[in-house]
């Protein structure tokens, strides 16, 4: 969107950068309460980042509090995302081929049942 008219305000303390297309917000703003309102014509209509670098090259911008609010205006706005869960389904896995052990006693210990349970299950 292109505007004919830029400049600042303070409302409840805060400066803020104003944006218009008519010379009647100003005094719009200083109706719904903005103090300090200063606003100047463009010489062309232009977006926000060119009014922005019009207003800080044409020395608008004295006052540090009024260039830092400028330069804020046309910072990037970082947007932050929520973390977002992701499920997954997946397909059962079947081995492909079974194990085949050779068995030479059928016997054994309770000390190598426990071994060989712990090693397959994980715990006795």
């Known amino acids: 969107m292109s505007y004919s008219f830029a400049g600042t305000s303070v ?3 805060e400066l803020k950068v104003r944006f218009a297309n008519s010379d009647a917000r100003a005094k ?8 300090d309102v200063n606003i100047v014509q463009l010489p062309r209509a232009m977006d926000k980042a060119e009014a922005v670098a019009y207003l800080l090259e044409s020395g608008f911008a004295k006052d540090i509090l ?4 400028l330069e804020a205006e046309v910072a990037p ?8 869960t992701v499920k997954v389904r997946v ?34």
């Open 11 to 13: 409302l409840k303390g």
């Open 28 to 35: 719009q703003l200083a109706k719904l309460g903005d103090t």
């Open 77 to 84: 706005k970082a947007k932050v995302k929520a973390p977002r």
């Open 66 to 69: 009024i260039r830092a609010a």
């Open 91 to 124: 397909k059962s896995v079947k081995p492909k081929a079974k194990a085949k052990v050779k068995v030479d006693r059928t016997e054994a210990t309770e000390a190598e049942v426990d071994a060989l349970y712990k090693a397959v299950y994980g715990t006795k």
